[in-house]
């Protein structure tokens, strides 16, 4: 059957350092992955996708990686502030699906001074 | 400003009650999708809509029912309402194609829903 895995434990670090987040999925054929940030109450909020032939994304202080023979993306935020602190989600679109995406359940990570 | 526009924020509904969720978005998208979200569950797919006048049943269906007769409206319908569909619903919407690369999903804030 078809599973999106992030860790569901929250993730805490200090301020400044880089969190480190992780997206595992089997049984998919994704065309491209999408990160998600949640904060409490509030609907998810688009951060970042890449495409299945890239390996690397950039925006700002994010970094996303996509590796297909893995079955893996990894979610990276630097010089972290405790304004990241979120929940983070992971989706992918599976190939030739009209554009619905399926949702990891996300981690929250705690950003601390 | 440009959104996604869900009402109402809170319902409390009393088993077999009906209710009716409103989607609304302004930004020409001809996506929409419906969501819930349940504790370790993440968020689940119920039903979507490609454009006006379509709809096609996600994840989870049972239960509910929807209609895009505007492309800016998506609404869900609970005929009955169940103790198991005490949740938080999402709208989305999308541009589709490959306008969707660059800006992805965009959600309303959602609607709690308990049904008692």
């Known amino acids: 059957s078809q599973k999106i895995e992030q860790n569901s434990e929250a993730l805490n670090i200090q301020e400044g350092k880089t969190a480190t987040l992780t997206c595992n999925y089997t049984?998919?054929?994704?065309?491209?992955l999408q990160w998600y940030r949640q904060d409490p109450g509030r609907g998810p909020v688009f951060l970042l996708l890449?495409?299945?032939?890239?390996k690397e994304k950039r925006k700002e202080r994010l970094k996303v990686t996509f590796d297909t023979t893995l079955k893996q993306s990894l979610f990276h935020i630097t010089a972290s502030q405790p304004a990241d602190s979120a929940t983070y989600l992971c989706?992918?679109?599976?190939?030739?699906?009209?554009?619905?995406?399926?949702f990891g359940t996300g981690t929250r990570l705690q950003v601390t001074l | 400003n440009a959104g996604v526009t869900q009402t109402p924020k809170f319902r409390v509904l009393k088993t077999g009650q009906s209710m009716t969720l409103l989607c609304a978005q302004d930004?020409?998208?001809?996506?929409m999708y419906w969501y819930r979200q349940d504790p370790g569950m993440g968020l689940r797919l119920i039903h979507y809509?490609?454009?006006?006048?379509?709809?096609a049943k996600g994840e989870v269906p049972d239960g509910y029912n929807v209609s895009r007769l505007k492309k800016q409206n998506f609404l869900l319908g609970l005929e009955s309402a169940a103790p198991s569909q005490t949740s938080v619903y999402f709208c989305?919407?999308?541009?589709?194609?490959?306008?969707?690369?660059?800006?992805?999903?965009?959600f309303g804030s959602g609607t709690r829903l308990t049904v008692v």
């Open positions: 989305a919407s999308s541009p589709g194609g490959t306008a969707m690369l660059f800006r992805g999903y965009t």
């Open positions: 049984n998919y054929s994704p065309a491209y």
């Open positions: 890449i495409r299945e032939n890239e």
């Open positions: 989706a992918l679109e599976d190939t030739g699906t009209a554009s619905k995406l399926t």
């Open positions: 930004m020409n998208h001809e996506y």
């Open positions: 809509s490609v454009g006006e006048g379509t709809t």
